[in-house]
């Protein structure tokens, strides 16, 4: 028995160590396993920060790309949103970004693996670009039938090509061995940055303040300023005009070509942007979408260069005359011709002149003349006695561009034309000796007392118009060849009528049948105007509604309340067409708050300030947000940081109404190198500092609007203010929404302007006309023209700052 | 006969000499795990570390232009590079106690931004933060602007560490302005 005993305790100890051996060789089994998973989750993060920064780095990438970057690489992103569905871009991009992504990888020698045979450094084995779950911005359903409602957009403006979706971005990384993919998700944007319809025009105001509210310039009868004009019911003298000029591309007319051709008159048509005047007030406090007044631009006296304005009535012969050439009438079936009177060889005619408020001989201009009806010195009429003559006042606004720089545009709205025209008889008599006179108006009374006496012709003139002998005699009864009719013919004509609402007068668009300016004769006046082709009678893109302007009591008024903008020509059935058309509705109901800026979700960046204490607190916060500093040639100057739509909130307690209390978005001059939108949602911007754009050749290629709910914009700072935007300040409600002086001498904007009110009040309110004595220049940026070539420039991709989803996965 | 009774002497001199050969070995080897147990805890708060501040970095990407046209107000240097704002004291990053903020910098004075960082295990030697601007001369699609790579290096020691040669890691982030 005891035998068995021997070898036990060797046993045992066999045994202990056998099992010391297993757990020892387990734990360090656990810990050898667990060292390589400590290992391995330092190459995965490694791998995984690299991945990170390649879809974030493609992602920024993308944002970047301008519009002609976009057609090439992914040209579906460009098409209407109804003809688009999920998509992934091409191999080459994706190739390219693939290989610049390894370039940067080749330099970090941080990573590097030393064993490796080859490169070891991290490479880049795939790059994906993808777009998913696209949609329309502007698509917006009806509640109860879930139609889209294309009609309800068209008011607001309607752009099929804008829409919103997910970027998707991956990117795998191999680094020692780890393979990891990230994939991130940003939104993305397509939007146009054109502001909205209003950007159509170059000139945009949804009211004016009265009919006459332009009319307060006084120019000399060459044109030339007249210093010493005051215009009484505002107490204010002009310098200057507003000069606007509806093209960069404008085509400069000279005598030497005798009219435009065809292709021109069309490209001219399409790519004019055009002005909007609205109407003024037929009563006080009137709605803006209720006024229907007219507004009266009286073209001024001469052909002075930047404020001579007959030149948009008519050419003169030759640069040297200066003066209109002469209508000749020859009607013989009125007017007895030169050869029914032995010796005398004469010819009858009319000029056209525009209004005037002094001239050699006649201080006290075209109203002292006492010729034209409605232009009188009445001493009962307030304020017309010698020093204000105010009714002979100029416009200070000039629509169609300057004498060297004519630039002709449609006018839409109740724009009439107020210019003079008197007639004439001028010839020698018997004894070769000249005479002249000009005719003035009487009642029938006075003329059958003239002809009862047997009276000459030169009875008829006006007092002091006359010159020479009429030898031998004319007889007025042998000279008027159906008496008073005859006679009624030759009376001086004021184009201004006299009643409210006008019921006679000439649109402003009658004085070029559009584009057309045939410079050999006058329009007719008495019948619509009429295309410069019958080519264009099918385009309503280029005239829209012109069928419409025979209507009404005066030809040429073109409709404002139910106004299309289209994208191309022909297709102009909304209903069949609706992604043809950009806009329909009625203009003096459009503002921000009811363009598609704020109506549709295009903003892409909201800055909310509402919490904000101090207007240098909003001040600098938005001046970080929106530019970064760059110093060029020794210049501080703001560059933006981003292309977008962004939308500033104020903060709560800013004094809307307080010109001191408006946000600056930079005290430093702007340098445009990217297009963007800001839109304030309330109070006035002040704009203290040039805006220039870099890329600037015959315009601004780069697109920037400055875009104001609720405020005036401020033009401060000194000088001449250059700016390459388009300012737009539409309220919605008179006296808020203009373009105001804080101290500028006049201004440039290169771009476009709309406004809520623009004219000069009577009394003392503000205005951009009465802020600017000194005038300025319009000029436009056709690349805002959403019915040119240009317009799909102005399509950006926007990505949200950062990824709304990051997943992280492995790459094989 | 007596001599026959019990555990022989042979055999406990076998028993121990067997133990002697097996335990021997296998204290070294659970002496070997144990300090690369501790090395794989090491590596993984190194990797913490790093990560910790990768994605702040990241995070700040996009704000990084703000902060740097900051630094160049407060400092009054226009050409302010981005890799300057990154330049902390190596002391500023190495603490060992409480969790610290540590603001971006520039000429001694600090800025709006800011890391959150946990303290470093006893261990840990260094932490720094260097942004180098990259070479983009021959990239084609990226070509607009600079790049940079922020790399984030973590030092320490540990038992298995020889001849006083630490050990680090090195993660990289890439980021533009």
């Known amino acids: ?812 | 006969m007596k001599s026959r009774v019990g555990v022989s002497m042979v055999e406990i001199t076998i028993a121990l000499f067997v133990a002697a050969l097996a335990i021997g070995p296998m204290i070294a080897l659970l002496s070997s795990s144990n300090r690369m147990s501790t090395a794989s805890t090491y590596e993984t708060l190194a990797v913490y570390y790093a990560t910790e501040i990768s994605d702040q970095i990241r995070r700040l990407a996009p704000q990084l232009p703000d902060i740097l046209e900051d630094a160049r107000v407060k400092t009054g240097v226009s050409n302010l590079e981005m890799p300057s704002i990154f330049s902390w004291d190596p002391d500023e990053l190495l603490f060992y106690d409480n969790a610290k903020t540590v603001f971006f910098k520039a000429a001694g004075m600090n800025l709006d931004a800011r890391l959150i960082l946990t303290p470093l295990h006893r261990n840990f030697l260094r932490r720094t933060i260097d942004v180098q601007q990259l070479d983009n001369s021959a990239l084609q699609e990226f070509d607009a602007e600079s790049y940079y790579k922020v790399i984030i290096t973590i030092e320490w020691e540990d038992d298995l560490t020889q001849g006083n040669v630490s050990k680090e890691l090195k993660m990289v982030v890439i980021i533009n302005d």
């Open chain 1, 1 to 812: 028995m005891k035998e068995y005993k021997r070898g036990f305790v060797l046993g045992i100890v066999v045994m202990v160590t056998l099992l010391m051996a297993v757990f020892i060789f387990s734990y360090n089994s656990i810990v050898r396993r667990a060292n390589i998973q400590a290992h391995h989750e330092r190459l995965v993060k490694i791998a995984d920060q690299l991945a990170i920064s390649g879809v974030t780095l493609i992602g920024n990438r993308l944002s970047q790309m301008d519009y002609e970057q976009l057609l090439d690489e992914m040209p579906e992103l460009l098409n209407r949103v109804s003809d688009i569905e999920d998509f992934s871009i091409g191999s080459s991009l994706s190739n390219r970004l693939r290989q610049d992504y390894q370039t940067i990888l080749n330099q970090l020698n941080e990573l590097q693996d030393p064993s490796a045979l080859i490169s070891g450094y991290p490479q880049v084995s795939d790059v994906t670009i993808g777009f998913k779950n696209i949609r329309a911005i502007n698509l917006r359903s009806n509640a109860t039938t879930g139609d889209d409602m294309p009609s309800e957009q068209f008011r607001h403006g309607r752009d099929p090509v804008e829409k919103v979706g997910e970027l998707v971005v991956s990117c795998t990384i191999e680094h020692m061995g780890v393979s990891r993919k990230a994939s991130i998700r940003r939104q993305f944007r397509v939007v146009s940055m054109v502001p909205g319809p209003f950007a159509r025009f170059t000139l945009f105001t949804s009211t004016t303040p009265h009919p006459h509210s332009y009319n307060a310039m006084g120019v000399h009868f060459s044109g030339a300023i007249e210093p010493a004009f005051s215009y009484e019911p505002a107490g204010m003298s002009f310098s200057g005009n507003l000069r606007i000029y509806n093209g960069t591309d404008s085509l400069d007319v000279t005598p030497s070509v005798a009219y435009m051709d065809l292709d021109d008159d069309k490209r001219n048509l399409r790519n004019r942007g055009w002005i909007f005047l609205g109407p003024s007030p037929m009563a006080f406090g009137e709605p803006l979408n209720q006024r229907e007044g007219p507004v009266f631009l009286n073209i001024p006296s001469g052909f002075n260069q930047q404020t001579g304005g007959e030149f948009m009535i008519g050419w003169p012969t030759s640069y040297a005359s200066m003066l209109l050439p002469s209508e000749q009438i020859d009607d013989d079936s009125h007017f007895a011709s030169a050869s029914a009177f032995v010796g005398h060889n004469y010819l009858v005619g009319g000029t056209f002149r525009g209004f005037y408020v002094s001239e050699e001989g006649n201080p006290m201009g075209a109203g002292a003349r006492n010729l034209w009806p409605g232009l009188s010195l009445d001493p009962t009429t307030p304020y017309q006695h010698p020093d204000d003559h105010f009714l002979s006042a100029a416009s200070w606004l000039f629509p169609y561009g300057t004498r060297t720089r004519a630039s002709r545009t449609l006018v839409v709205g109740p724009a009439m034309a107020g210019f003079l025209k008197f007639y004439f008889i001028r010839g020698t008599n018997a004894v070769g000796d000249p005479y002249r006179g000009i005719f003035t108006s009487m009642p029938t009374s006075a003329y059958d007392d003239r002809i009862d006496n047997n009276r000459n012709v030169d009875s008829f003139a006006g007092a002091g118009l006359w010159l020479g002998d009429l030898v031998p005699d004319i007889r007025a009864e042998d000279f008027f060849l159906q008496g008073y009719d005859s006679f009624e013919r030759l009376f001086p004509y004021n184009s201004l009528p006299q009643n409210n609402p006008p019921d006679a007068g000439i649109a402003f668009n009658m004085l070029f049948d559009f584009m057309k300016y045939d410079r050999d004769s006058y329009p007719s006046l008495d019948a619509p105007p009429s295309l410069a082709s019958t080519d264009f009678a099918g385009e309503d893109i280029l005239v829209p509604g012109h069928s419409s302007l025979s209507d009404g009591p005066i030809y040429g008024i073109h409709p404002y309340n139910n106004f299309n903008i289209f994208f191309q020509d022909g297709q102009y059935n909304t209903a069949v067409y609706p992604d043809n058309c950009y806009y329909s509705g009625d203009l003096r109901e459009l503002s921000i708050e009811s363009s598609n800026l704020m109506v549709n979700p295009r903003v892409t960046h909201i800055l909310d300030m509402s919490n904000y204490s101090s207007l240098s607190e909003e001040n600098e916060r938005v001046k970080r947000y929106l530019f970064r500093t760059e110093n060029i040639a020794g210049v501080d100057v703001s560059v933006p940081r981003r292309s977008g739509i962004f939308y500033i909130m104020r903060r709560t307690t800013a004094d809307l109404e307080d010109p001191d209390d408006a946000l600056v978005l930079t005290d430093l001059p702007v340098r445009l190198d990217r297009s963007l939108i800001v839109i304030c949602n309330d109070g006035g911007v002040k704009i203290a500092a040039d805006i220039i754009c870099n890329d600037f050749t015959d315009r601004p290629e780069n697109l920037f609007t400055i875009a104001l709910r609720n405020g005036d914009i401020f033009l401060a700072g000194g000088g001449t203010r250059r700016i390459d935007a388009y300012l737009a300040a539409l309220s919605g409600r008179p006296q808020v929404g203009r373009l105001l002086n804080e101290g500028v001498y006049d201004f440039v904007i290169n771009g476009g302007l709309a406004v809520t009110e623009l004219g000069l009040h009577q009394g003392f309110t503000r205005t951009t006309m009465r802020d600017f004595p000194s005038g300025g220049e319009i000029n436009y940026n056709i690349g805002l023209n959403p019915s040119t070539e240009h317009y799909f420039d102005a399509y950006f991709l926007l990505l949200e700052d950062s990824a709304s989803r990051i997943t992280l996965t492995g790459g094989r």
